[in-house]
């Protein structure tokens, strides 16, 4: 460590880790941490953040986004930073003509210029045996994780079967990558739909119905049997349904390389917002049983370690879009599907600290894992990102435990003007964020500009913090 001066010091503050939360100071040099202690053993800093009353934590990572698309790469990024947010992990795919190298090198170069966060990227792969031949050099090139979709046939090639699943799992795990699944059974779940519209079942509060919890519980099982079978680490998205999670439980117990995501919604919100959000609150897989045992379930994994990681699978739409689903919930009047998804990149670190660590009295480890260190490890980011020490990225979150905010769609920076969230009271707010030693967020305003975020070639997955969170 340089002994005379170093670029910034931020002191006063509680520093939290994935394991314990202590009083010191963090001292940076250019983008990287220098040193972590008492600031009387610190060099002094050219720039003095005062951080005292308030947790300083490793910035926030999402690993589930969908940028690029209703939400641009300038747009989502900014609007995940107001969040207090510093990386995201996005979702992208190949178009009909190019293959998966080019399609990386196509949305780096837009993600690039805009994003104003670090990214990275996981890619979706279509039912197309062909495109696999593209998954070694991705692994090269950083892009380590790919998703596969057991839903949605009704949407032709986006729909996986079984046994390209099983190939595609083969050559992910050779290659030194770990394959992510949307496990909801979307046979039956398609079988249903047609079902309910014969019957006239398409009201919002007949959607749940259609997808019941047991399709996670039973796509889950198949992904996970096959990921056994292929030897390659697998990591379910998005998990909201108590069934699926004993079931992973089970393949954890058992050492298989599995482990999982939740999401606020799946926290937060039940199938009881239907009625109140109609198609607003569609999303996949769907809001569960309104008897909040979905929601304990989730709360309970992720504090226990059995659920890795918080993220937000921020998708949003504009209204037009989602409208025409309180008629049917299921397709428009011309057979297009009402969109899945709702906006959360902005809202999951505030709803996260307010109603997990105030309201039901997580200790605040549990956030800097679930949102920082879990997802870096699992995404092949440690120990560059996700953590407060020495040598790591100097990504800070800061939140002020005292500030008072209540959310509003209409002051959201994503281009949705609703939220699911609208009204609620949160307690803690993030109110600083620091992005490779840069001030990023700073009192509710940008301080840096799109394209100030950089690629992140990811490696390989690292075993998560597991056990309870204290
Ligand atoms: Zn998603």
């Given at each position: 460590m340089s002994p005379q001066e170093v670029d910034t010091i931020i002191r006063g503050g509680t520093i939290v880790t994935s394991s314990s939360a202590f009083e010191a100071s963090v001292a940076i040099q250019g983008e990287t941490i220098v040193g972590v202690g008492p600031e009387a053993t610190l060099p002094p800093g050219k720039r003095v953040i005062d951080a005292t009353g308030r947790y300083v934590l490793p910035g926030a990572i999402d690993v589930h986004t969908h940028f690029g698309h209703h939400d641009d790469w300038r747009i989502g990024p900014q609007a995940a930073a107001y969040g207090g947010l510093t990386t995201v992990i996005n979702f992208i795919s190949a178009g009909p003509d190019n293959d998966l190298p080019q399609a990386i090198e196509q949305r780096r170069q837009e993600a690039d210029r805009d994003s104003v966060v670090d990214f990275g990227f996981h890619f979706i792969l279509?039912?197309?045996?062909?495109?696999?031949?593209g998954v070694p050099r991705a692994v090269e090139m950083g892009v380590s994780t790919f998703k596969m979709f057991m839903a949605y046939p009704k949407w032709g090639s986006i729909w996986c079967p079984d046994d390209f699943i099983a190939e595609a799992m083969e050559i992910i795990g050779d290659s030194g990558g770990m394959?992510?699944?949307?496990c909801e059974s979307g046979l039956v779940i398609d079988y249903l739909e047609q079902r309910q519209i014969r019957e006239e079942r398409v009201r919002p509060s007949d959607f749940l119905a259609s997808h019941p919890d047991w399709t996670e519980e039973?796509?889950?099982?198949?992904?996970?049997?096959?990921?056994?079978?292929?030897?390659?680490?697998?990591?379910?998205?998005?998990?909201?349904?108590?069934?699926?999670l004993e079931r992973i439980k089970e393949s954890q117990a058992a050492g298989q390389q599995v482990w999982t995501e939740t999401c606020p919604q799946y926290l937060l919100l039940s199938d009881a917002e239907m009625e109140r959000w109609g198609p607003f609150a569609k999303i996949g897989p769907p809001l569960r049983s309104a008897d909040g045992m979905n929601q304990e379930?989730?709360?309970?994994?992720?504090?226990?370690g059995f659920i890795s990681c918080v993220a937000s699978d921020h998708a949003s739409f504009d209204r037009e879009q989602k409208e025409a689903g309180w008629k049917n919930i299921f397709f428009d009047g011309e057979g297009k599907t009402i969109p899945y998804g709702a906006p959360s990149v902005e809202t999951m670190v505030p709803l996260m600290y307010s109603e997990g660590v105030v309201k039901r009295g997580l200790p605040i480890t549990w956030m800097a894992r679930v949102l920082s260190e879990n997802?870096?490890?699992?995404?092949?980011?440690?120990?560059?990102?996700?953590?407060i020490q020495a040598g790591a990225d100097a990504d800070i979150l800061i939140i002020d435990p005292n500030r008072e905010k209540t959310i509003r769609g209409e002051e959201q920076h994503v281009t949705a003007d609703y939220t699911l969230y609208e009204d609620w009271k949160i307690s803690g707010w993030p109110v600083m964020s620091l992005l490779r030693g840069r001030v990023l967020l700073n009192d509710g305003k940008l301080e840096l500009t799109p394209g100030a975020?950089?690629?992140?070639?990811?490696k390989g997955p690292l075993p998560p913090i597991a056990g309870p969170a204290g």
């Open positions: 279509r039912n197309d045996p062909q495109s696999l031949r394959a992510q699944v949307h039973e796509s889950a099982n198949r992904a996970l049997k096959i990921a056994e079978l292929t030897g390659c680490p697998v990591y379910v998205v998005h998990l909201s349904a108590h069934l699926a379930a989730m709360w309970r994994g992720s504090r226990d997802p870096a490890r699992l995404f092949g980011l440690f120990p560059r990102k996700g953590v975020g950089a690629y992140l070639a990811r």
